[in-house]
């Protein structure tokens, strides 16, 4: 039994995954961790304050798949790295399919 779900996912479709990354100010920019509530990022330095806020676009790509989200973030935490640390909300998603 365990053959056969083996031998269906095998032959499944595989879907890789692209590093997500922000667009903030028109620029695009690195994101290194994130989470459902919050990303770290090397944001403008603009937002190199505690309590900053700002609008970004969240991309996140996979083989078929475009995810665009709006969000609105708070700077949480600055790094001495240069990495910023923000909260965020997201205001809308949306997803197009990928002719790759």
Do not use: W
């Not at 995954?17 to 667009?23: E, I």
């Not at 403008?44 to 991309?59: F, K, M, N, S, W």
């Amino acid at each position: 039994m365990d053959d056969q779900k083996d031998n269906r996912r095998k032959g499944g479709m595989r879907i890789t995954v692209c590093d997500p990354f922000l667009v903030v100010d028109g620029r695009q920019v690195a994101v290194h961790d994130f989470s459902r509530t919050g990303f770290e990022a090397d944001l403008p330095r603009d937002y190199a304050i505690v309590g900053a806020t700002g609008t970004a676009e969240l991309h996140f790509q996979t083989t078929r798949l475009d995810n665009v989200q709006d969000v609105s973030f708070e700077v949480v935490r600055c790094a001495p790295s240069g990495r910023i640390a923000a909260t965020y909300t997201v205001s809308d998603n949306r997803s197009t399919d990928r002719e790759d």
